[in-house]
């Protein structure tokens, strides 16, 4: 079965601390994944995935075949951080010619302390 | 451009009563798409569309309905409501039928079935 699992509902760190927030998947395939993110009264939006490796807004996330994860971090928490990140995998393709749909996980609130 | 645009932001309903939830993008998105977001079970696929003409269930598709006559607009139909579907309904389009995985998100519709 293809699932997304983040184990923590709520992390709290204090600013210039380190973040990590899990992310592991289950899937037979080769894996698609992403990180989204949606802050205060803002729309969920795209934070990055795994394809392009980049780095945004200092946050960074490498998937580990061997692991299966994706675990987003960045060195140096801001206050600004504070939101609900959600990991998402992108299905197995179901529809001929379509890209397959993307599962996500039930979200980590990261709560940045000054 | 105004993006993903979706009304009424709130609503309440009664026990059995129908509705539809109104979401329209001016992007010329090929993919189109309704999650649920529930506290502690993430996001949730309901339905989606790879075109006008096209749609599949999701995950959670029991008690909704969708219907895609054009490109811009994608409706979720509650034919009877139940507290159960209380939730925020989020609808979400993509470009190239999600070629790229970034989900564009509408603000959100807060449901309330009593």
């Known amino acids: 079965a293809q699932r997304v699992t983040q184990p923590e509902k709520l992390l709290s760190v204090f600013k210039g601390a380190p973040v990590e927030l899990k992310c592991n998947y289950s899937?037979?395939?080769?894996?698609?994944l992403f990180w989204y993110v949606q802050y205060s009264r803002q729309r969920l939006q795209l934070l990055l995935r795994?394809?392009s490796r980049e780095s945004i807004k200092g946050f960074t996330a490498d998937l580990n075949k061997g692991e299966t994860s994706f675990h987003l971090k960045k060195p140096f928490a801001q206050e600004e951080d504070s939101a609900m990140y959600y990991c998402?995998?992108?299905?197995?393709?179901?529809?001929?010619?379509?890209?397959?749909?993307?599962?996500f996980g039930k979200g980590t609130k990261l709560s940045v302390k000054p | 451009n105004a993006g993903v645009t979706q009304t009424p932001k709130f609503q309440v309903l009664k026990t059995g009563q129908s509705m539809t939830l109104q979401c329209a993008q001016d992007?010329?998105?090929?993919?189109m798409s309704w999650y649920r977001q529930d506290p502690g079970m993430g996001l949730r696929l309901i339905h989606y569309?790879?075109?006008?003409?096209?749609?599949d269930q999701g995950e959670v598709p029991n008690g909704y309905n969708v219907s895609r006559s054009t490109t811009e607009d994608f409706p979720l139909r509650l034919l009877s409501a139940a507290p159960s579907q209380t939730s925020v309904y989020f609808c979400?389009?993509?470009?190239?039928?999600?070629?790229?995985?970034?989900?564009?998100f509408g603000e959100g519709s807060r449901l309330t079935v009593l």
């Open positions: 979400a389009s993509s470009y190239r039928g999600l070629y790229t995985g970034e989900l564009f």
């Open positions: 992007m010329n998105h090929e993919y």
């Open positions: 998402a995998l992108r299905q197995e393709r179901n529809y001929g010619g379509s890209q397959g749909n993307l599962i």
């Open positions: 899937y037979s395939g080769s894996p698609e």
């Open positions: 569309s790879v075109g006008a003409g096209i749609t």
């Open positions: 795994h394809i």
